[in-house]
Structures are given as structure tokens and as C-alpha cells.
T-cell receptor
């Protein structure tokens, strides 16, 4: 059963526009919500992350909005650039007796047109 | 440059070959992970090592054999693989006991089985 649902699967945005990716989770035990950016031929790179006691976090053009009661969180990319074209994965993390375990969303392929 | 280093970057092998993938991190992380990623899909967890001991095996076929020689190194030994095993193999590491921390990924080994 997929515990983190991500939408849309693909997204096309014009340069300078806002890209919005949404995720929803089910397990209220998750304690950390990272977003990963993956370029072709590369591994996922941590982009930005948030803890559930915070409603919003901004780093440059990237903002996470977090709604704990709705069990939803989203990534906003302001002033989207062609270099942002990549696959984005939301994830939810829980610390157990093995480590910080990630549950990934299905991914969103973003294309920013010049 | 990522803080998790994986070698080789590319590997082509026949179904009867034996090869090994290597992963190294020097962030002091005591949890290390192997993932398999198919095209357009999120990473799929294979193994977790916690304090150099195998903690999680996600029902991975025995033709994949992990090893953790020390706290910085993680190996994945491959033998008698099948064509469907062709994928990107990712290594990641994280803090073991501290929650709310991300996993850091390497750039992976692109494995092709002939």
C-alpha cells in the first residue's frame, strides 16, 4: 500500500512560472518530510525538508508548505528555470531501530520550457 | 559532488558473472542503505545496515549479497543476475539514532545485465 501519494506525475511550466507539486501521507508517525531532486544519471539529492511542527519552510526559490491536520505537504518552485527540469520525489521519514526510513512518493517529472 | 561515493558508475555483466558494487561515506553515519531504482520510478529499498549489522532485508533474492566491512563502507555482491535486475543501484546513508535527519544518496551504479 502506497503511504505517500504524489501528484501530478508530470508537469510542464514556462520559464518564470510557479511549479507546484503535492503530496499526501497516511502514517501520522512520520517525523520528517524531505524533497529530493533527481537529474538523469544522478542520484536523488536532498533539496529541502520540513518537520511536522513547522507549517512552511523557504530556501531561495523553493518553499515547502505543510498541513499537518490534512496530512498534506507541497513543494513550490518560484521563478522556475530550465535548469530545474528534473524528477522530484517527496518522501516521509520515520526513525526506527534500523535508521531513518524513507517512504517515497511516486515522483513528478518537471519540465520548464524556456 | 555527493558525500556518498559509489563505484563503478556503470557496469555491464553477463548472467554468469560475479561483480561487486561499492559505496563509501565519511559523514559518520551508522545507517547505510541499498536501493534499486527502475526508470521513472522511486527508489525501492533493498537492504539496511545499522551499526554494520544487517537490519532489514526486503525479501531480496539471494543473488544479491550485501556486506558492510566497516562503518564507512558498504558492498553489494552480485552473482547470477537476471536481465530484470538491470537498474540504477543507489547507496544512501543517514544518522542511525537521531530522527528528523535525511538520507544522503550517492549517484548510483548503472547496471546492465546482458
Amino acid at each position: 500500500q502506497q503511504q505517500v501519494k504524489q501528484s501530478p506525475q508530470s508537469l510542464i511550466v514556462q520559464k518564470g512560472g510557479i511549479s507546484i507539486i503535492n503530496c499526501a501521507y497516511e502514517n501520522t508517525a512520520f517525523d520528517y518530510f524531505p524533497w529530493y531532486q533527481q537529474f538523469p544519471g544522478k542520484g536523488p539529492a536532498l533539496l529541502i525538508a520540513i518537520r511536522p511542527d513547522v507549517s512552511e519552510k523557504k530556501e531561495g526559490r523553493f518553499t515547502i508548505s505543510f498541513n499537518k491536520s490534512a496530512k498534506q505537504f507541497s513543494l513550490h518552485i518560484m521563478d522556475s528555470q530550465p535548469g530545474d527540469s528534473a524528477t522530484y520525489f517527496c518522501a516521509a521519514s520515520i526513525n526506527n531501530n534500523a535508521g531513518n526510513m524513507l517512504t517515497f512518493g511516486g515522483g513528478t517529472r518537471l519540465m520548464v520550457k524556456p | 559532488d555527493t558525500e556518498v561515493t559509489q563505484t563503478p558508475k556503470h557496469l555491464v555483466m553477463g548472467m554468469t558473472n560475479k561483480k561487486s558494487l561499492k559505496c563509501e561515506q565519511h559523514m559518520g553515519h551508522r545507517a547505510m542503505y541499498w536501493y534499486k531504482q527502475k526508470a521513472k520510478k522511486p527508489p525501492e529499498l533493498m537492504f539496511v545496515y545499522s551499526y554494520e549489522k544487517l537490519s532489514i532485508n526486503e525479501s531480496v533474492p539471494s543473488r544479491f549479497s550485501p556486506e558492510c566491512p566497516n562503518s564507512s563502507l558498504l558492498n553489494l555482491h552480485l552473482h547470477a543476475l537476471q536481465p530484470e535486475d538491470s537498474a540504477l543501484y543507489l547507496c544512501a546513508s543517514s544518522h542511525r539514532d537521531q530522527g528528523g535527519q535525511p538520507q544522503h544518496f550517492g549517484d548510483g551504479t548503472r547496471l546492465s545485465i546482458l
